[in-house]
């Protein structure tokens, strides 16, 4: 291999590869992915097998840690997580702060950054694995809470505080749907989609918010500071944000008469901004194995609780338009995990804006495997070079000579 290090400061040279397109940033064993053969495997185990068989809890372990964990290994992690679902009542006034119909992803950016304010060990440069790992626990404990409060807030419904008798999603959605007075009826459909939908989203090697997340941590950043940057770079409409905009489309295109070839017309128009979202990756050229299980997911989940959603009529065609048109067979542009998943969403009761925060919940074990491998590899701080553009030398004009 060539070493590129060497070579630069050699010769001055330097690759040039706008959005990473080809460029490898790190070595990583923690996830694995083949665009070609639409191939996902989290630390060697396919995904298919492990949305089928695991919780989201065990393969958040798997991420983190290497490994499926033991009974007595999970019944640990889960419990050290459970003695740590409680925020700072101090933290609830951020709440108050907020305007009620402020965005989800947003308070969660900042909420999740705060938690450094609250827990200042994690500042430490060099925390032992025990400090690394408790800072870890609290993470991924917290958040679980945070994201429900945050969806109580938008409805202007009491806060209700976790229970430690649930496991992690079954608490997440007792804070989420329970009442404060009644006992949470647990609905196994509920459960189970929930386990399936997070663990499809909990890692996709280097993508845009897990090389933030990696970007910022290679400071040696806090891990709360390094997540939240990562959550803001899901947010946009290009990467996580597309689950949101897929079911606000997927509307528009209802309301509109359900003309699927108009706006199938639309995104191919490259005079028309529009662009057929939940369409695309920059990996896979074949298909996202994530949304062909979300797919099949999407019909059993939405008859197991009886619900009859047009919109999936609406995504089903979009699909199946795009599967013979040229431009998109061309572009190898399929569905990606983002094209089914809003309308499952939906149909266990979440509003559209939370849907980015529910795949911030999912892809939290990755981020921090992520963040993890990348101390524990001791990696450098990243620091991309660029090709200059600009002026190259000019004459300062005093202000009052600039005309
Ligand atoms: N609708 C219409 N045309 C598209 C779409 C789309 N969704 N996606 C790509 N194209 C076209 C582009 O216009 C371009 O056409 P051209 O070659 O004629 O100029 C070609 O396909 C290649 O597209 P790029 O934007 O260069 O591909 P890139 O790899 O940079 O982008 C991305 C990938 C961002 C996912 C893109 O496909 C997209 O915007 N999709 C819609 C948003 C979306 O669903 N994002 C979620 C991705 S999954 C995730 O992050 C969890």
Same mark, same amino acid.
């Given at each position: 291999a060539i070493d590129i290090a060497k070579l630069r400061d050699q010769t001055g040279f330097i690759t040039l590869d706008t959005g990473y397109k080809?460029?490898?940033s790190t070595k990583s064993a923690v996830t694995f992915l083949d665009g070609e053969e639409g191939i996902l495997k989290y630390r060697g185990y396919a995904i298919e097998e492990l949305a089928e068989k695991s919780s989201f809890l065990e393969v958040a372990y798997l991420l983190i840690y290497g490994d499926l964990p033991k009974q007595a290994e999970l019944d640990k992690f889960q419990n050290d997580i459970s003695m740590h679902t409680l925020i700072h009542e101090d933290m609830k006034k951020f709440f108050d702060g907020?305007? %009620?119909? %402020?965005h989800p992803m947003a308070q969660l950016i900042s909420l999740v950054c705060s938690l450094s304010t609250f827990y200042p060990e994690c500042l430490k440069s060099h925390q032992t694995p025990e400090e690394k790992d408790l800072t870890i626990i609290k993470l991924m404990a917290k958040m679980t809470t945070l994201v429900a409060f945050i969806y109580k807030k938008s409805l202007g419904h009491p806060l209700i505080y976790p229970k430690n008798k649930y496991d992690y999603v079954t608490n997440y959605l007792w804070m989420t749907?329970?009442?404060?007075t009644e006992d949470y009826e647990v609905n196994p459909v509920v459960v189970s989609a929930m386990n399936k939908l997070l663990i499809l989203h909990a890692d996709h090697e280097q993508n845009c918010s897990a090389s933030t997340v990696r970007m910022v941590g290679s400071s040696d950043c806090n891990l709360y500071a390094s997540i939240s940057a990562g959550i803001a770079a899901l947010w946009g409409p290009l990467h996580g944000g597309a689950n949101q905009a897929v079911i606000e489309m997927l509307e528009l295109i209802k309301e509109d008469g359900g003309d699927t070839e108009k706006w199938i017309n639309k995104a191919k128009d490259?005079?028309?901004?529009f662009r057929m979202m939940g369409f695309g990756h920059r990996v896979y050229k074949n298909f996202d194995p994530r949304a062909k299980i979300i797919k099949k997911a999407c019909d059993d989940i939405l008859e197991n609780l009886g619900i009859d959603d047009p919109v999936l009529e609406i995504a089903k065609k979009l699909e199946e338009a795009a599967l013979t048109d040229q431009y998109f067979i061309d572009r190898k542009l399929y569905p990606n995990v983002d094209f089914y998943s809003g309308i499952i969403y939906r149909a266990l009761g979440f509003p559209s804006e939370m849907f980015t925060v529910l795949f911030a919940l999912g892809r939290l074990p990755g981020w921090i495997a992520q963040w993890k491998e990348m101390h524990e590899n001791k990696e450098p701080i990243n620091r991309p070079r660029q090709i200059y553009v600009g002026h190259k030398d000019r004459e300062f004009v005093p202000i009052s000579s600039r005309g």
């Open positions: 080809n460029t490898g907020y305007p %009620s119909k %402020s749907f329970g009442q404060r490259k005079n028309d901004p």
